[in-house]
């Protein structure tokens, strides 16, 4: 074991989806610990054990802002809530630990941004809407692949994402009034919105693509409107 290289030493350890048995290891064996900044994939959740520890929310960031901090390049990083602590949440009205709140976030983003690709964050229900989506898109330039679930968020001073091809499910958007969409394959991407009956303006920009493919957007009027019942503007 000790004469094991580097190299399959931190390929056992991105194999391991758990971030609790990658910490296991790195106390169990000194070279685990030696080739942990290395590791580009973090996959961390809040268990209700570990939420009800002392002063458990400023705990789980501190641990989570620790590990950031070591490692070289991340391009995988998933945070989030354990389903039974969501429900702990949701039944004591508890508006912790938000995961999604954007002073945290401003934390750790930018010693992720230059090489992440794959965002995932799990919340409980924000009290008002969370302004994390425009400060990522105001980062991570790479991000291919991002899922923002059980947050309540807000889109104002988003900037342009030309590389994400995966998007979170949208679940709905209670408050959305003014939409501006501007995406290559539009028509996949409506089809994952519900019926949103609150949007009044609706901008759908496609100029800066080129014109072979719109024939792939699956875009149509009627599914537009089936979706957006209710704008008074289309572009």
């Not at 994939?41 to 950031?68: A, E, G, Q, T, Y």
């Not at 759908?204 to 704008?231: C, H, M, Q």
Request: hydrophobic fraction near 40%; proline fraction near 5%; glycine fraction near 2%.
């Amino acid at each position: 074991m000790d004469e094991l290289p580097d190299s399959l030493l931190l390929h056992i350890l991105s194999r391991l989806d758990d971030f609790t048995d990658v910490a296991r290891c790195r106390v169990a064996w000194k070279a685990f610990d030696t080739v942990f900044p290395g590791l580009q994939s973090i996959n961390l959740r809040c268990s209700l054990k570990w939420h009800n520890s002392s002063n458990p929310s400023v705990s789980f960031k501190k641990n989570f802002l620790d590990i950031i901090s070591k490692l070289e390049a991340v391009e995988s990083l998933c945070i989030g809530l354990e389903g039974a602590l969501i429900s702990n949440l949701h039944n004591n009205n508890s508006h912790d630990p938000c995961l999604t709140d954007v002073n945290f976030a401003k934390e750790w983003l930018p010693m992720v941004s230059k090489s992440l690709k794959s965002l995932s964050i799990s919340d409980y229900y924000y009290q008002h809407p969370s302004n994390v989506l425009p400060l990522i898109s105001a980062h991570c330039y790479k991000l291919v692949n991002l899922k923002l679930d059980v947050v309540d968020l807000s889109v104002d001073n988003m900037n342009p994402m030309p590389m994400l091809t995966s998007v979170l499910t949208v679940k709905k958007f209670e408050n959305l009034k003014t939409l501006w969409l501007d995406i290559k394959y539009i028509g996949d991407l409506l089809s994952k919105f519900p019926i949103t009956r609150t949007v009044e303006t609706l901008t759908l920009e496609s100029r800066s693509w080129i014109s072979t493919d719109a024939t792939y957007s699956k875009l149509t009027l009627g599914k537009v409107f089936t979706v957006f019942p209710n704008v008074l503007g289309q572009n």
